[in-house]
């Protein structure tokens, strides 16, 4: 788009007389900064349309795909399984000790990791007093998050995938569960620990014995651990025994040691020595009337995270005590792996609900799936009046619920008769049990296949307006100049505004006429306002341009702008949506990306090679910045943390030890270094340069350094001296106020000081003093020696790129310290990535290509997986969400989360107009300037719309697939939420407070 006023005079009436500037005629300049200002809104709002239109799509998507399931609000009671059988125990304390992995609990011999061989007590009891203890292996479903354990240890039913995102924001449990059972008998029930029990059973726990504690600091290994241990001691002392019929304490610190630190941690030995202690000191309290169940909600990985299902993720542990009642005892199943603990009996999660309820006494929940657990029970007798039990509660289940009730059928007529013929006759006990057990597997497979539900229409409809806004996207960034032009009247704005009231109004009146039982209003409502909006894009273009010169437009843009170059570009584009084809390229996606910059790099070595317009200075100069681009790219696809589809192929390094700590020190002084020399390349490096980079950042690094320095010194077993005589809480103090100061000085005082401050330049005078600012006071008309001055005003030549880069460079430190100190070098790298990319761009007269933008998205995706992030829940660094604060605090514990997943997108998409203003001098034409920066972001937003539509659409195609909540699921919600996230920080980061504020001041500066 041109500015077409812009190099020719403006025609003025003559002035009038009067002197009052106020009464003057606007001058050129201003004229040019208004509507500079007009098309600058122009952009804002069409790109915000853009955004909601796409959200949109991501919504409907979302609402179709994640799994849903048939929860039936009805309770069970004795009456309607037949009366419920007499209580082996009068009470029960059961003890969740939060991600407990099996292995944590057994014996392994000649193993010097921490977290074996210190938690003997459990294996100890099963084996010495073997008729009074079961120890079993515990299987999760998953996801393997806390609040989706907990609803199925309680209701037997099973999670969903969506509920995982309600792990951080628990609701109550609307379903049947044992909780329930035993409060509607007036049972009283205590707690202590997590508070995600709150959030899930608050009306049933006694309000003098809830003791619930924060349970998402996983900083704090100690808190919740010391809050249980001092409720629990005092209420399993004889005295206040029969103050209570149910006790659960909830213990977190095994769960947040393996969160910050791994489980290879000396952290994780104290811990299970802890836990060891509590365990003895309870039996020893125990009466003879009292189930004591131990159990871990869920395993964790090499990395001790979990939410998927890797098997170290599912294996859990199970322990059942009582100081009377005897046990069954049960050969190994022959279905065990080979895997350590091979010599211990697998049972579900859900197999506890059944069991407890029965042990208890009580109804077992109605929308239960799980089958009690043989070892529970005291006799074969006894177990198989249990089994009959559970399947007639599985019988009603499933005859109340669609798609259930006609399946299944014959054979739970054939054990209900069989039952009925020889129940009573001890030699059939055995075979009875085990036609029910298969009549529960039969019935669990079916509903887990039946409660993959999706919903194909809602899929369609988000796929299809992602495809609309995508052609129009296309179109918009760079196919067809001419529809930018306009698009900026506000006449295409209104129609756009238009058509969205019109759909809104349309899809109300066809819900209120035709009444849809498939679509709630809310549905209608936004697929109304989506075509509309797509509708009120399309129809002024349409009106202005016919479709033959559309496609004229395109033909000419692949004729005349399309070279070797944009080539590359389109092929990494398809070759990047291609990986989501296969579930191998999804894992294998981070090194892909670095294929294909390291590709790229090797391409710009030879086109700088080969480049006979440049001196020889110039080539040497080109040739060593691709080279730097190329070993930076290098060295970050070195840093691994592996998914476990990887391995053994890759090796993980992604951890917090003392050289990486050292060269954090380092790059503290480096990196600003080496910024400095690109500065002075364009001779930039004056006035607001050296106080940013030269003082300003090194103080945030070394700061940085020293926040990550006593976060190791906290975390060394070596160095714990060290941590007695600083004080664990004083150290905890000063790491809370650096990370304070470095992300308020990076975030607020940076970026308001960058918006008000001046620019990287420097005013010479020559033959006298030489001033250090542009507000030069005019001279004396007198002053003869004034007319013989000349002025250079240094780092005139890269005056855009040279100040905006400061704006980059806030917001990259506070990403840095949100990340970990390989994360963090990989961002320093990432920063020297990007300055010797736009050299490369400068020399090879590229940065108007297509490729442009597109190695800036594929730089994010490269520091995304370097930074120690894949595409699993697993990944996500919660941990980051206390680094400022102690609790929770809205938006700060978000905010730390939210940069440190999304910041290495962050940093390139905010970098994305320095592909246009990076040694360039300032413009006469501002508003062309800022159309071709428009065009860098939304290619950049195309692209990552063209990735994630793919992402969405395979995900979709393999939705029966095996893996495809291993891998295609967590791969969909990065893209959605990548779509949402680079929307709102292109638009409201880099374009309104970035572009807006460089163009406006250089343009009221240097106007002309």
């Known amino acids: 788009m041109s500015d077409q006023n812009d190099g020719n005079p403006i025609k003025r009436s003559p002035p009038p007389f009067s002197k009052d500037p106020r009464l003057q005629p606007p001058t050129r300049t201003k004229i040019r900064q208004q509507k500079l200002k007009y098309t600058f809104v122009g952009y804002i709002i069409v790109l915000i349309f853009l955004a909601i239109t796409q959200f949109i799509g991501v919504g409907f998507f979302t609402q179709g795909f994640l799994l849903s399931r048939n929860v039936l609000p009805d309770i069970s009671t004795c009456q309607d399984q037949n009366g419920c059988v007499p209580p082996r125990f009068d009470k029960a304390i059961l003890l969740v000790i939060d991600a407990l992995r099996f292995d944590f609990v057994i014996p392994v011999p000649d193993s010097k990791e921490y977290y074996h061989n210190n938690f003997p007590i459990l294996h100890e009891l099963a084996t010495q007093n073997s008729d009074n203890a079961v120890l079993l292996k515990f299987l999760a479903d998953p996801p393997t998050t806390t609040l989706q354990r907990l609803k199925g240890l309680t209701t037997g039913s099973l999670p969903t995938f969506i509920d995982a995102g309600s792990n951080f924001d628990g609701d109550a449990i609307d379903e049947d569960n044992w909780l329930l059972q035993l409060h509607r008998i007036n049972k009283t029930i205590a707690f202590m620990g997590d508070d995600t029990w709150k959030a899930l059973f608050t009306e049933y726990i006694h309000p003098d014995y809830h003791f619930p504690y924060d349970s998402l600091n996983v900083w704090d290994l100690h808190t919740v651990d010391n809050g249980v241990i001092e409720h629990l001691y005092p209420l399993i002392d004889k005295e206040n025994s029969t103050k209570w019929d149910l006790l659960v304490g909830h213990f977190l610190g095994v769960d947040h040691v393996g969160h910050r630190y791994g489980p290879d941690h000396y952290s994780m030995k104290e811990k299970l020595n802890q836990m060891n202690e509590v365990i003895q000191k309870v039996i020893d309290s125990l009466d003879d009337k009292t189930l004591l169940v131990v159990i871990g909600d869920h395993g964790m990985d090499s990395t001790g995270n979990h939410g998927g299902d890797s098997r170290d993720e599912l294996e859990s542990t199970l322990f059942m005590y009582s100081k009377n009642k005897t046990f069954l005892k049960k050969e190994k199943s022959v279905y065990n792996t080979t895997n350590l603990g091979e010599n211990y009996r697998e049972v579900n999660q859900i197999d506890l609900v059944p069991t407890i309820s029965l042990l208890l006494g009580l109804p077992i929940p109605y929308n239960n799936l799980g089958f009690p657990i043989d070892e529970a029970f005291g006799s074969l007798k006894e177990l198989s009046t249990a089994a009959q039990k559970t399947i007639d509660q599985i019988g009603s289940f499933r005859k109340n619920t669609p798609n259930l009730a006609d399946s299944l059928i014959e054979e739970y007529q054939s054990f209900d008769s069989n039952y009925d013929t020889y129940g009573t006759s001890a030699t059939h006990y055995f075979d009875l049990i085990e036609q029910a057990k298969l009549y529960q597997y039969l019935s669990l497979e079916q509903c887990k296949g039946l409660w993959a539900t999706f919903d194909l229409r809602l899929i369609g409809i988000g796929v299809g307006i992602l495809f609309l806004a995508l052609t129009f996207m296309i179109t918009y960034s760079r196919s067809i100049p001419a529809v930018r032009v306009s698009t900026m009247s506000f006449e295409f704005i209104g129609s756009v505004v238009a058509m969205a009231i019109m759909g809104l109004v349309l899809s109300f009146s066809v819900y209120i006429v035709l009444k849809p039982s498939d679509f709630t209003l809310r549905i209608c409502l936004a697929i109304g306002a989506a075509l509309g909006m797509v509708v009120g894009f399309w129809a002024p273009i349409m009106d202005r341009f016919s479709i033959g010169f559309l496609w004229h437009q395109i033909v000419d843009f692949f004729l005349y702008n399309f070279n070797s170059w944009s080539f590359m570009g389109i092929l990494f584009v398809v070759f990047h949506c291609l990986i989501f084809a296969s579930n191998s390229f999804v894992v294998w996606e981070d090194k892909m990306v670095s294929f294909f910059l390291l590709s790229f790099g090797g391409c710009c070595i030879y086109g700088c090679y080969t480049n006979n317009k440049l001196s020889e200075r110039q080539k040497i100069l080109a040739i060593s910045h691709a080279i730097t681009f190329t070993i930076c790219t290098r060295l970050s696809s070195m840093i691994n943390l592996c998914r476990e589809e990887q391995r053994p192929y890759c090796e993980p390094n992604f951890t917090n030890s003392w050289w990486s700590i050292v060269l954090l020190h380092v790059a503290a002084y480096l990196l600003p270094a080496c910024i400095m020399s690109f500065y002075k390349l364009s001779d930039s490096y004056h006035s607001a340069a050296p106080l940013w980079i030269g003082t300003g950042m090194k103080f945030l690094l070394f700061m940085n350094a020293v926040y990550w320095t006593f976060e190791y010194v906290s975390n060394s077993e070596y160095l ?55 507000d030069i006071e005019e001279t004396d008309d007198s002053d003869s020696d004034a007319s013989t001055k000349t002025a250079t005003i240094l780092g005139y030549g890269n005056v855009y790129g040279s100040s905006y880069f400061l704006l980059v460079l806030n917001f990259s430190i506070a990403i840095m310290l949100t990340t970990k100190p390989l994360g963090a070098l990989s961002l320093n790298l990432l920063l020297i990535q990007i300055l010797s990319l736009l050299e490369i761009l400068d020399v090879l007269s590229i940065r108007r290509n297509l490729i442009s933008p597109i190695i800036f998205g594929l730089l994010g995706y490269q520091h995304f997986f370097s930074t120690g992030h894949q595409a699993t829940l697993q990944s996500i660094q919660w941990e980051f969400g206390f680094m400022t604060t102690e609790s929770i605090v809205f938006p700060f514990t978000h905010l730390n989360i939210y940069l440190n997943t999304f910041g290495p997108f962050f940093i390139p998409a905010l970098a994305i107009p320095l592909i246009t203003i990076w040694k360039i001098v300032p413009s006469s034409k501002p508003i062309t300037l800022l159309s071709q920066i428009i065009t860098n972001i939304t290619t950049l937003i195309t692209y990552h719309l063209f990735t994630g539509l793919s992402s969405l659409i395979f995900a979709a195609h393999f939705r029966r697939h095996l893996m495809v909540w291993k891998i295609f699921a967590p791969r969909f919600m990065l893209s959605g939420l990548l779509i949402i996230s680079l929307n709102v920080f292109l638009i409201f980061v880099t374009l309104w407070f970035g572009t807006g504020k460089i163009l406006t001041q250089i343009n009221r500066i240097f106007g002309k």
């Open 720 to 774: 714990s001296k060290l941590n007695t005589i600083i004080g664990l809480s004083l150290m905890r103090s000063f790491k809370l106020a650096i990370a304070r100061l470095v992300l308020f000085i990076s975030l607020i005082l940076a970026n308001f000081s960058w918006s008000r401050g001046p620019l990287c330049v420097k005013l010479e005078l020559s033959g006298t003093n030489t001033p250090t600012n542009l």
